[in-house]
């Protein structure tokens, strides 16, 4: 089954030119399906939402940034109902009542021994703490001559939440959700209705975290100004993938290691693409095999060489060597194949 796909095309160049002519990495975005952040037990199909938060609140970080916290009740009724909306579990059962010891000002994690207790007394198979829940606001000054004002604009909603089963000791999930969130708010005390107004957000986000989702990734590849590799780019442009493949492998047909090594490398955008990872792969190990300027790689580095070593995969690929890039992509693809794994056992 097809789970790679590209949502649009956008081509951005890398502001750094590279090595050896006027060859450059340009990036392309591409939608991908991944699995679920938290994977839920196959037999959970009943689950009890609890409320564990004392009260709403307010917390100042520092003199321009506030942290409003919602009511408790009300971040577990948007969150059950969501759950229920989503069609995840056969049965979804609310807790009123607050189970935070009243006074204490840490969250209260449950035993073992608790987590069987509501099990049993409310019939599920899980259970979901809320903890807290609300937005973060900051100070947005404005300056205009001698008159000095300031708005106060929300920059995230957030959650956090615990999962925990009858047959483990601890919470197997601590559930730690954060979206942007760009909200004015024109007078402080308007910030109430701001977090009410951001409870259903919070519930659906909360939801998309155990269902699998399209992904926006971003890849890179090489260009120039050569024929091949400038009419490749205008093709992965509008999409078509099998002409920039042609042109790529055209480019390659040299006696210069550096063309193969790009030609080879782009080739393997191009197996991924087609959900081809193991050719991926190979196309890489080749392009590994006419990397010719190590001077930038250290011992240890070179002794691993053809393994994962270093971790590469949040550096700017335009500020890599060719080494470390296909090094990079072969962690990603790595990744990615993982992630094909647990979508296959997803499915019936």
């Not at 009300?74 to 579990?89: H, K, N």
């Not at 259903?200 to 998309?208: D, H, M, R, T, Y």
């Not at 393997?268 to 991926?280: I, N, R, V």
């Not at 690929?317 to 647990?342: F, V």
């Amino acid at each position: 089954m097809r789970k790679n796909a590209i949502l649009k095309t956008i081509i951005v160049s890398a502001a750094l030119l590279l090595t050896g002519g006027c060859i450059g990495v340009k990036y392309v975005s591409i939608e991908q399906y991944a699995p679920p952040r938290y994977l839920l037990p196959p037999d959970a199909t009943r689950i009890a939402v609890l409320n564990n938060v004392d009260s709403a609140n307010i917390y100042v970080i520092n003199p321009n940034i506030e942290v409003w916290l919602a009511e408790g009740d009300s971040i577990m009724e948007y969150v059950a109902q969501a759950l229920a909306d989503s069609e995840l579990f056969s049965e979804v059962i609310v807790l009123d009542s607050c189970i935070f010891p009243k006074g204490n000002t840490v969250a209260h994690f449950l035993t073992q021994q608790e987590v069987q207790e509501y099990c049993n007394m409310l019939g599920v198979d899980i259970i979901m703490t809320c903890e807290f829940g609300g937005i973060s606001t900051f100070r947005n000054y404005n300056y205009a001559g001698p008159v000095t004002w300031f708005n106060l604009e929300s920059d995230e909603y957030f959650l956090f939440a615990h999962i925990y089963a009858p047959t483990r000791k601890d919470p197997f999930y601590s559930l730690k959700l954060e979206e942007s969130w760009s909200k004015m708010v024109e007078r402080r005390e308007k910030i109430p209705e701001a977090v009410h107004e951001a409870l259903p957000l919070i519930g659906e986000a909360s939801v998309k975290y155990f269902l699998p989702y399209w992904d926006l990734r971003e890849r890179s590849f090489y260009w120039s100004t050569n024929y091949n590799l400038r009419e490749a780019t205008i093709s992965v442009k509008e999409g078509d993938w099998d002409t920039a493949y042609s042109y790529w492998q055209k480019y390659g047909k040299s006696r210069k290691a550096r063309r193969r090594l790009i030609s080879c490398y782009n080739q393997a955008l191009y197996y991924e693409m087609q959900d081809s990872l193991d050719q991926a792969f190979n196309m890489l190990r080749e392009a590994k095999s006419y990397v010719t300027d190590t001077t930038s790689l250290d011992s240890a580095q070179i002794k691993a060489w053809g393994t994962m070593g270093l971790d590469y995969t949040g550096a700017d690929d335009d500020m890599l060597t060719d080494y470390q890039r296909i090094r990079k992509y072969e962690q990603i693809l790595t990744e990615r194949k993982a992630e094909i794994t647990k979508l296959n056992l997803l499915e019936p």
